[in-house]
């Protein structure tokens, strides 16, 4: 079982920017994809980045929705057990619940919800313009 708490949402302006975090519980971090997904108000739950497992002698990789790329950068520390998620260039349209996901599937492409075994509470993020 796999406990993620995201933190780091806010209200910021419009070409601001914001740092989230998702602290995972487990021993198992490392072998996890993880991934971002945002839902904003009437809208179905979306795919934002998705970082792959580390396997220790390669960096793993990322993955970007085409509407936050070069935007948003997707890290992960293992030490800390933590993903993270740095959004610049931010955009009123942005805003919306930030949900924090784990995939079991370390490596792959993987956007589908369905696809993630374990979900955080989700942080608001509000844009204004």
């Known amino acids: 079982q796999v406990q993620l708490v995201e933190s780091g949402g806010g209200l910021v302006q419009a070409g601001g920017s914001l740092r989230l975090s998702c602290a995972a519980s487990?021993?198992?971090?490392?072998?996890?994809?993880m991934g971002w997904f945002r839902q904003a108000p009437g809208k179905e739950r979306e795919f934002v980045a998705r970082?792959?497992?580390?396997?220790?002698?390669?960096?793993?990789?990322?993955y970007y929705a085409d509407s936050v790329k070069g935007r948003f950068t997707i890290s992960r520390d293992n030490a800390k057990n933590t993903v993270y998620l740095q959004m610049n260039s931010l955009k009123p349209e942005d805003t919306a619940v930030y949900y924090c996901?784990?995939?079991?599937?370390?490596?792959?492409?993987?956007?589908?919800?369905?696809?993630?075994?374990?979900w955080g509470q989700g942080t608001q993020v509000t844009v204004s313009s």
């Open positions: 996901a784990a995939d079991v599937i370390g490596s792959y492409y993987r956007s589908s919800a369905r696809e993630y075994s374990y």
């Open positions: 487990g021993r198992t971090f490392s072998s996890y994809a």
């Open positions: 970082i792959s497992w580390s396997t220790g002698w390669s960096a793993s990789n990322t």
